[in-house]
Structures are given as structure tokens and as C-alpha cells.
């Protein structure tokens, strides 16, 4: 059935490609049904362990490459969640590339980085994941810059720093592959938690090569720089899913290989260097990603562009998630995953409403927009959802996971890390507000005058996402469920939890009570401001000009918009520790380019000088051979 | 069939050539017949030999009744015919586009007298069992490879053509060098019977010996410091020569190294050790093709010219597919000929269409290709189609390559595990100009729309030569299975050199 699946996606991505582009929405609409088939098949199979499927591709030398799928706990929620979302994402799409230029080429890549999604989440075996990861870093390549000049340096960092880090895995998995014969993960995954026991040195290999490409994906510190550059340029409804689900795959992939291996040595730590109960390797893993979270939130802070802004406030969530993952506590782990889901659904819904401000207004400097709260409510309250809860503020989901990490931080002793959290989460707040200020409060510049709400195709989605936000953190029994079978897989201690009541080592907290005291609390302050005083609809620039008329004083809207450099002094404090990784990477391109001209005119040489180099080489050759 | 046949593939070529260039009326009239027809035959018969020798195994053919050790003698096996096949394939395709050309049409006959005799001696060098008969059909080679290159009068190719010239007669004099060595300590030039005394000889010699033939090749094996003449010959060429320089000359130049390394040398069981010169040769071969792979994937990088940015990559890929071969191991011989099977089919096939897309432009440099996909949309899918399967997406015969390529070298912690990050820098390298010139055929040009009037019709041969191809292409991509059997095949022959020198010199003594 998966097998099918795939192909059928395939089939169906090239005839999308033969739609006229007059009836392009029937393009958008094939891709919607194709992710609501995934969807579909996804639920009705369910997360039952025993689902197995075989194609045979070749087998050369010995090597059986065939393509395996397995059905896991694990790549069951990660494939349930994405493509949820994903189908999300594909309805905004379809009035959104109405008028796109080359969508024709963007729908074609975004169909295969679909198939590619539920193939990598349903791989059994090494060669189909690396295989599906091949895919979805091509593909993404096509869909962030179909042919725009301005996304093309943007889809270079990302594309170059995938690509190293898919082949560092390869060589890893080869390693494995030599030591069990097969490409089975289960199998190998075993293998290499022995091989930390036989032979250390190539099992530090493989765990580096495998590492690297988990940093790369997630954005891990020194790699922090290409989601902002990436995110910012790709498509507005891609953007979403490069934030919400794309950066999520390195993710899957350590804890495929990494939390089993740190559990069996955190149990039998012989011969091993413990910090904190937990091995130094996990525990240096998990600073990183707390040194992540606080260098993201500062550059969140001084970013202006709204796509930026969202874009490093995913890279420091995607810090949270893998500081909480290796803190391998039961609850850390469970609360990374949720984190992660919950991060998923609420960074759609940002992004989705950044689109439809952008689809409106074709703006993305923030200091440039203003007052789209009464133009675009919909939008707006998407918007306030996503960031509350993005901001952990109760009783919305990100609040939910966010507790569960400090849970789990706390009861395993980790003071430190959480400061850091606790750190970039209040700075997310500072971030997150700006956004909210600079593009829907404050002043509506004129020329926006006319900006409607978006199309109601494009509005169901927001709904359905808020609808997801407050109903998971009311009730996140349901995730947490699915959370637990993960656990169980895994061998973990589950959560405990009781109807919405989930019981730490530490305290508990019932989400229904925090959702009812939060909306009571509301409903006061709404009564109180139903029975106060009469009130009258003052605009802000009748304040201030203290009653007289504007326009003698030459302000307009936009002047009183406080947006541009929000956080200027506070940015200024920083301003010595300041470093540009950007262009630490831009050097070495430099560089590169520079050892490659001058070959490049070496070798247009003249003639007398080709043969000198022949004769001269033929004989450095002997002479090496002699010196070796 | 007479075994003896086989012969025909070298003799009527040869033939032809001469009967082409003659300045008779008729023949003026029929030379493309006869061109075409001689293609045809050779690519029929070596089918034919072929068949006949999945059946019987080896063919060998004995001139003038002198057994080999003695006299001439070409060796049909598995491995060299179905090379045979794929570049007649490729030759045929050339030659298409050559024939319906129209600016050639001058000295058309001239020209294909001249491929009829690199016909002739590529499918010699490929057949033969005879080290002297090798170096004879090398300088044939080599010349007309070299007049084939400054056939466009510009001041590029006349400066590659001469470059070329001065490299390979500097490595036939090497080669010459190394046979009369050979025949001065052995006292025979059959490759079977070098093969069986080669480990018998001293370290000196066998050093010697290696040094000499390697130098002799390694020009036309697009190695580092002795591929200076490709940057001019390949961006002065005509569009045919490019196809047959990137798919033919340098793979039947693979060939013969595999025949040397594998079947003279018995590479993988070398042993070249003495107290005073401890010669690790597999180090030195592969720093020698590390540099090699690096230095030819940045000119290719930072290069402009279309044409150079090609052939840099294809020099780039040749050095990666000897990196593979210097594991000596039955997996890198694999990621070799998978290697060469996607370069031997999508290189003259980037050529092909980037030339096309590159067509009425002024300089064919990166920005010619913009807007591409909406000016000469056949070729540019072509364009991308044979450029993922060059730089290995995944399930195509170069990612199966690459992935051995990687198993070679990554599976086992040692000394040599430290050149796969040469390996992933060069996949990296590769797949950042590839994917741009990609994305630059989708960049929309402002400036196109004045000139619109420029006549935009698509040249049947092009198309035909495309699309048989591409087709190629895609069965491979299919149906992976195909050349599943044939490595095995393939690696058992190689790996197996005594059967070699068995099936050969049993014959002689009867």
C-alpha cells in the first residue's frame, strides 16, 4: 500500500505537470487530494508495528538495495502530524499560486518532497531513508528557487550544507553496513550501540558523521545561518513547510539512532564518561542546542524582515527540542517530541498568516506594515494564537510542551540548561510581541487603505489550525497518548497522565483547569468592560497632537508607526559580541573561487607551458614515489 | 560463425576510410551512405559477436595463423565487447548529427574518412591481445582525434589541437619507451603472456613498466597536470567532437588502463616492494587522483564557458572512476563501470543539449542559458534530465557508482578512509554548478522579448539523437536489472586473470 502510494504520487506529480496554466487550480487541487489520500491511508493503516513492505530494486555485488517500509510509532506521528499539516499548507496553496510565476515547476518538486516525506518517515531501511533524504534535499532546492534570482544565494546555503551532510551519513552508514550485512535500522542500530563496546574509534566515526547532518538540518550552532536565509526567500506557503516539517528530519533521524544508544549507556555507563547521569556526548549535545536557542533568539530580536524573524525563532525552538531530547529523561524526551509537533502546528500557522499579510499587501519589512488587525482579523487572531502559544503562555499547546521540558530539565537536575531556556523563551516573547505590534497594532499605513482579508479558501486552514492549537492544549491527552507508544517502542517510562491531568516528578498540572481559569478570567475582564463607562473609538493621532488638526504638523500614519529598529538600545548592548557567521561561510566561497581561478587560467595556458607541466609532473611523480 | 571474423570490425572501417576520400563522382555523391552503412555494420556485428560469445565465451582471433604468443591476435570477451557496443552507440549518434550538419558540408567527405579511422582504431585498441598493435592504433587515434579538434578554424581549437598533439606524442613516446623495455626483458608483446611472466620480473622493472604505460595514458585520461589541452580543445570543438572526446576517447583510455591494471599488472595482488624503495602505490595513485578529482571540480566551478564547465566535470568524473579502480577491490571495480555507464551515456548528452540551448547566442557562457526552458524547451529537459543523472539522483547508475564508491573506501577505518571527504567535496562541488546551470534556465529573461523573430527551428537530427538518448536513459533508470548482471559479469572476468591468460594461450599450444 505505501509502495503504491508512492508511486501513484509520482504518476500524479507528472500530470500535474501537463495542466494549462489557465486552470492552474486544478493543479494545486490534484496535489491537495494527493496529501488528503496520504492522510487518509496514514490514519486507516494506523500505528500497528507489524505493517511490512518489500520492493525489490537491485542487488549488486551482494548489496541487496531493495526499498523496505515499516510502520513505527515514531514514523507514524511524524508522518500523521506533517502530512496534517502539509494538507494544511496545500489548500492555502491553491488560491495563493493562482497568479505565481513558475508554480507549474514549484507544484511539480512539491509533490515529489511529498512523496519523499511519507517515504522517509516509513523507511525500515538505511538505503530508502538516505534515498528519500537525497530527494527531499533536490527537490526543496527547486521549490525554494524556481528560477528567481533573488532566492538563488539563499537556496545555495542550505542546498551545499545538505548535501555535505547527506554524504557524511552515507560514509557512517557504510561502516554500519559492513559490520551487519544489512541495511535494516533496527538491526543497525543495535550494531552500533556494540560497536561503542568493541572498536570506539569507528563507532565515534560513525556517531560524527551521523551528527553532522543532524546539526545541519536542525540549524544547530555554527550551522544557525541558512534557515533565516532560506526560509526568508522560498515561496510564502513553502516557507511553512521548511519551518514547520523540513527542519524536523534530522531531528527523526537522531532519535532513530542517538536516544537508544545514550539510554543503553545512561543504563550501563561501564567505561563511559557520565556527566549528570548522562554521557558526556548527550550532554554536550544538549548545550548545543541551549547555546542555539539563546544566539537564534538574539538574532530573532534584531531581524526587521517578518520571514527572518520566524525563521530564527524556529531555530531557537529547534534548540529547546534538542536540549530536551538529550536531558534523556523520560519526560524530556516525550516533552521534545511533543514540543516538536506543537512547534510544527503553531509555526504553520505564523508563516501561513506572514503569507496572507504578504499576499495582500506584497510586503515583508515589518516597519512597513501596521494596523492589519482590523483589515485582516482572521488573519490576526491566527497570528495571536501562534505566538502565544509559541510563546508558551497557557493554555494554548506550546505552554503544554514547554512545561514538560522545564519537567524534565528540573527533575534531572539540569539548573543551568534550563536558565537557558528559560533565557531565549522570555526573549521570545520580546520577538514575537514586535511582530505582532509592527504588523497588525499600531498605525495602518495609507496606502494599505483598501487591503481586504484573504480569500475564504485560504482562511480554512488558519481556522483549522487555531481550532488544533487551543484543542491540544486543552486536551493533550490525545497527543501524549501517541507519545507514549513512541516511549514504549523505546522502552521509556510513559507519562502519566490522567484524562488532561499529567503527573510529573516533580508537580502536575490539569490543562482544563488552566483552560478554565484563563477563560474565566476573560470573561471578567469582559464583563468588566461591558458594564464600564461609555466609550468612544479615539485614533491615536488625535492624542498625539493633543486635539489639533495632523496635518499642520505634516505626521501621516506611517510616521507614528514605531516599528523600525524596535529594540535598538537593547540591540546596542550586544553590538561588541556581535560575529557575522554568514560571512565566515561567504570567505571560504571566496576562497574557493579564488584557488579555482587560478587553475583556471593555469590550465588556458600557453602551450610551451603544457608540456613543461607534463614532463615536470611525470617526473615530481617519480620523484615523489621515490621520497615515499 | 568463423571465429575469425571478428576482424571485420577493424578491416572494413579502415576500408571505408579510404574509399570515402576518393575523388570519384559516385562516391561523392554516396559517402554518407557508406559512412552511415560502415557504422552500421560494426554496431550490428559487434551484436553479433556478441550473442556469440554469452554463448561460447571468449572469441579469439588468430591473423595469419601465428598463435598467440606470436602475431597478431584480438581478444572478444564479455567485458570489451559490450564497451564496443555502448560507444558505437555513441559514435553512431555522433555521427548522425555530423552527417545532417549543415556547416560542415565543405569537407564532409574529408571528415568522415577521418572518423571512419578513429572508428577503426578505438575498436583495435579495444580488441586487441597485442601490446604493439595497442601503441599502432593509439597514434591513429590520437591523430585523428587531434585533426577532428581543430576542425572549427578558430584560434581555440588550432591552440588545443596543437597541445593536444605535443602531450600525446610525449606519452606514445613513453608508451614506445615502455613496450621495447618489455619486449627487451620478456621477449614477447601479447598482453597474456606479459600477463602470466609480470610478477616474475624485478621490482625495478615492474616499477618501470608501470610508470611508463601509466604516463603514456594519463593525457588522455584527463589526470591533473596532463590534461592542460582539454580547457582549449574541448571549447573550440564543433558539437559533434565534443560527444566524441567526453564519451569515447577518454573511456576507451579507461579501458586500456583497466586492461593494463587489471589484466597485465593483476592490479588488486600487486605486491611492489623492495627494502630500499617501499613503493605504496595504492597511496600514490590515489593522492595523485584526489588532486586530480579537486583541482578539475573548481576550474569547472569557477569556469563560465559552457563547454569548459563540461569538460572539466567530465575530467573530474574519469579521475573519480580511477579513484574507484585504485581500491583494486571488486566494489570499486563496480562504482567504476557504473561511473562510466552514466558518463558514457549522459556527457555527450549534456554536451548535445547545452549546445542547443547555447545556439544563436553570441558567448556560450552560463548566461546564455537563461530563459532556456521557454526558448528550447525539448533540450532544456534534456539539459536536466541528463544532468540529475550525471551528478547521481538517486536509483540512477550513478548513484548505485557512487554508493559503492563510498562503500569502497568508508566500510573499513584505515588510511585511505580519509580520501572519501575528496569524494563528498567533489559531490558537493559537482551538484552546486550543475544545479545552477539548471536554475538558470528557469531565470526569465527581460531582454529576450525584442528578439524574437530569430528563427527557432529544431533540427531533426538533434532531436533524434536526443531522444534515443534519453530513452537509454530512462530504461536504466527503469529497469535497474539490466546492468545488475552485467558487473557481475563484468567483475568476474576482470578479477579473474588467469582465465584470461589460459583461454589465450592454450590456443597457442596446439
Known sequence: MIIGLLFYGIILSFLALFVRKKYNFLRWIIFSFYIFLTLFLTITIGKDSTYFETFNLISILNFDLSLNFRITPLGWLFTLFTTLLLFLTSIFSIVKNKNEDAERLINFFWFILIISNTGLFLADDLFTLFIFWELIGISS??????????????????????????????????ILYEGTGTFSIQKNVLYFISLFENSPLNAIF?????????????????????????????????????????????????????????????????????????????????????????????????????????????????????????????????????????????????????????????????????????????????????????????????????????????????????????????????????????????????????????????????????????????????????????????????????????????????????????????????????????????????????????????????????????????????DSFRTDTKEFYDSIERKINEIGGYFRDFQSGSIRGTIYTFMLSFVLIIIYWWLL | MNYNTTVLLIIIPILSSFLVYMPVGLIKKSFKIIFLATILFNLLFSLKIFSVVLKYGNLITIIGNYHPPFGINLVSSFFSILFLIALYIVFLISAIIFIFKNDTKNNQQKISSVLLLYLASFSEIILTGDLFNLFVFFEIFSISNIIIISLKNEKFSLKGSIKYLLISSIGSALLLFAIGYIYAILGTLNLAEIALNFEKISFFSKCFIIFFLMGSILSELEVFPFNLWISDSYAGAKNFVNILLSGISCVVSLYIFIRMFFTIFNYPSISLYSYNFPLDIKLLLLTFFSLSIIVNQLVALTSKNIKRILAFSSAATISTILFALTSGTKSGFSSAILLIISTIISKPLLFLSSHQITKGKMEKNLDSFKNGINRKRYFSILFIVSAIFFTGFPLTPAFFGKLMLFYTYASKLNYYTYFIIVIIFSITVEFFYYFRMIHKLFIKDETERENKNIKNNLSISYFVSGLTMISILIIFFIFPNIYEKVITKMSEEIFNQKEYIQTILKLGEK
Not at chain 1, 537556496?155 to 552508514?173: A, E, K, L, T
Not at chain 1, 533568539?297 to 534538542?322: P, Q, R
Not at chain 1, 493621532?541 to 505634516?554: E, R, S, V, W
Request: glycine fraction near 6%; charge should be positive; charged fraction near 10%.
Open chain 1, 141 to 174: 532546492y527547486f521549490v525554494i528557487s524556481p528560477g528567481w534570482v533573488s532566492s538563488f544565494r539563499a537556496v545555495n546555503y542550505y542546498f551545499i550544507f545538505s548535501i555535505i551532510c547527506s554524504f557524511f551519513m552515507f560514509s557512517g552508514i557504510m
Open chain 1, 206 to 574: 560513525v556517531a560524527i558523521s551521523l551528527i553532522i547532518g543532524f546539526f545541519v538540518k536542525s540549524a544547530l550552532f555554527p550551522f544557525h545561518i541558512w534557515p533565516a536565509q532560506a526560509h526568508a526567500k522560498a515561496p510564502d506557503d513553502f516557507s511553512s513547510v521548511l519551518s514547520g516539517i523540513i527542519i524536523k528530519y534530522g531531528l527523526y533521524r537522531t532519535i532513530l539512532f542517538f536516544i537508544p544508544l545514550f539510554l543503553f549507556i545512561k543504563e550501563y555507563p561501564v567505561n563511559h564518561i557520565m556527566v549528570n547521569n548522562i554521557p558526556l556526548f548527550s550532554h554536550i549535545l544538549a548545550w548545543s542546542g541551549a547555546i542555539t536557542s539563546i544566539i537564534a533568539t538574539f538574532l530573532a530580536i534584531e531581524s526587521n524582515d517578518m520571514k527572518k524573524l520566524a525563521a530564527y525563532s524556529t531555530v531557537a525552538n529547534m534548540g529547546y527540542i534538542t536540549t530536551a531530547l538529550f536531558s534523556l529523561s523520560s519526560f524530556g524526551i516525550a516533552g521534545a517530541i511533543f514540543h516538536t509537533i506543537n512547534h510544527a502546528i503553531f509555526k504553520t500557522a505564523i508563516f501561513l498568516s506572514i503569507a496572507a499579510v504578504k499576499y495582500r499587501t506584497h510586503e515583508t519589512q515589518m516597519h512597513k506594515l501596521g494596523g492589519m488587525a482590523y483589515k485582516m482579523p482572521v488573519t490576526f487572531l491566527t497570528f495571536l494564537l501562534a505566538i502565544i502559544s509559541a510563546a508558551g503562555i497557557p493554555p494554548l499547546n506550546g505552554y503544554v510542551s514547554k512545561w514538560m521540558i522545564y519537567q524534565g530539565l528540573l527533575s534531572s537536575k539540569f539548573p543551568f540548561l534550563t536558565l537557558a531556556i528559560f533565557l531565549s523563551s522570555t526573549g521570545a516573547f520580546m520577538y514575537l510581541f514586535r511582530a505582532l505590534h509592527s504588523i497588525f497594532l499600531g498605525q495602518l499605513p495609507e496606502k494599505f487603505d483598501n487591503v481586504k482579508e484573504v480569500p475564504f479558501l485560504m482562511q480554512i486552514p488558519m481556522y483549522i489550525l487555531m481550532f488544533l492549537m487551543v484543542s491540544i492544549g486543552i486536551f493533550p491527552q490525545f497527543v501524549i497518548n501517541l507519545i507514549n507508544s513512541v516511549l514504549t517502542s523505546y522502552n521509556i517510562s510513559n507519562i502519566n497522565i490522567k484524562n488532561s491531568m499529567i503527573f510529573s516528578p516533580l508537580s502536575g498540572i490539569d490543562s482544563v483547569k488552566v483552560f478554565l481559569a484563563f477563560t474565566g478570567s476573560f470573561i471578567l475582564a469582559f464583563i468588566l468592560y461591558l458594564i464600564g463607562k461609555p466609550r468612544k473609538h479615539v485614533q491615536p493621532l488625535d492624542t498625539y497632537t493633543a486635539g489639533q488638526d495632523p496635518a499642520d504638523f505634516n505626521l501621516t500614519r506611517e510616521l507614528y508607526h514605531f516599528a523600525y529598529k524596535f529594540y535598538g538600545p537593547f540591540e546596542h548592548m550586544f
